[in-house]
C-alpha cells in the first residue's frame, strides 16, 4: 500500500511515484512554474576577444614606430594618436560591454558591466573629443581652412553625434525622462552604432587617402590594411563577440 504525504500543508502526494526532475521542482519552488529568462543571442568569445584586442595592439604599435613626426610638441601628430585610441582602441571594447550588460544574470554583475560601460564610453568620447580639439586648432594656428574634405567633414559630423549620444545617456542614466526610459535606451545604443561607424569611416579616409596617411605608411596596400582595421575591429565586436 502506497504512503501518502501530505507537503506543506498541500494536496497528498503519493511517496512512491517518480520524484519531478529538477527543473520541475524548481520552478514548483519558485511558485508556479517561472522559467529562467532566455539567453542572449551574443553568447561571447573569449579566444575571437583575444585575437582582436591582440591585432588592435599591433597594429598600434607599428603606427607609433612608423610615426614620422617633428617633434612631441608637433600638435598635429596628436589627432590620429587621439582618434586611434578612441576609434580602434576604445570603441570595441565599449561594444563588447554592451553585450555583457545585455548578458548579465544578477543585478551585481549588471552593475559592475554598466559601470565598466560608462567609464569605456567616457574615454572613448574624451579621446575623440581631445583629437578633435587639437586638430581644429593646428588648423586655426596654421591659417588653414576647416572641414574641407571628406575626412573633416565626417569627422565634425561624427563630433556631433558623439555630444547628442552623450546627452541621451546622462538623460537616461539620471532617469530625466522615467516615461521614455525605453525609447532613450535604444535612441543611445542606436548613435553609439552611428558614432563608432562614422568615427571609423573619417579615421580609415585620414590614413588611407590622405597625404598624411601617404607620408607616413608608403606602401598604399598595407597603409589600406591598416585604415580598415578600426571597422574590422567594430564589426567583430559588434556581430560576433
Same mark, same amino acid.
Given at each position: ?6 507537503? +506543506? ?60 613626426? &617633428? ?21 570595441? &571594447? ?18 559592475? @558591466? ?8 567616457? @574615454? ?6 581631445? +583629437? ?20 573633416? /567633414?565626417?569627422? /565634425?559630423?561624427?563630433?556631433?553625434? $558623439?555630444? $547628442? ?13 522615467? @516615461? ?17 561607424? /562614422? +568615427? ?8 588611407? +587617402? ?14 589600406? @590594411? ?14 560576433? &563577440?
Amino acid at each position: 500500500m502506497s504512503a501518502i504525504v501530505v507537503a +506543506g500543508g498541500g494536496s497528498p502526494v503519493d511517496a512512491n511515484s517518480p520524484a519531478s526532475p529538477p527543473s520541475t521542482a524548481v520552478a514548483m519552488a519558485d511558485g508556479g512554474g517561472a522559467s529562467s529568462p532566455p539567453p542572449s543571442k551574443h553568447t561571447g568569445n573569449d579566444t575571437l576577444t583575444l585575437c582582436r584586442r591582440g591585432a588592435v595592439v599591433i597594429v598600434l604599435v607599428l603606427l607609433l614606430i612608423w610615426y614620422h613626426g &617633428e617633434s612631441l610638441t608637433d600638435l598635429f601628430g596628436y589627432h590620429p594618436m587621439m582618434m586611434l585610441l578612441a576609434f580602434l582602441g576604445v570603441a570595441p &571594447e565599449v561594444a563588447l560591454s554592451t553585450h555583457h550588460m545585455r548578458r548579465s544574470r544578477s543585478m551585481a554583475v549588471r552593475t559592475t @558591466a554598466t559601470l565598466r560601460h560608462i567609464f569605456l564610453a567616457l @574615454a572613448m568620447k574624451s579621446f575623440a573629443l581631445v +583629437g578633435f580639439c587639437v586638430i581644429f586648432v593646428n588648423k586655426s594656428m596654421r591659417k588653414k581652412h576647416h572641414f574641407t574634405s571628406w575626412h573633416g /567633414l565626417i569627422g /565634425l559630423i561624427t563630433v556631433l553625434a $558623439v555630444v $547628442v549620444q552623450v546627452t541621451i545617456g546622462l538623460v537616461y542614466y539620471l532617469k530625466l525622462m522615467n @516615461a521614455q526610459l525605453a525609447l532613450l535606451r535604444r535612441l543611445h545604443r542606436f548613435m553609439f552604432f552611428v558614432v563608432a561607424l /562614422l +568615427g571609423s569611416v573619417s579615421m580609415s579616409i585620414g590614413i588611407g +587617402g590622405t597625404s598624411y596617411g601617404m607620408w607616413q605608411i608608403h606602401n598604399p596596400i598595407v597603409r589600406w @590594411a591598416v585604415a580598415v582595421t578600426p571597422m574590422a575591429a567594430l564589426a567583430v565586436a559588434f556581430w560576433r &563577440e
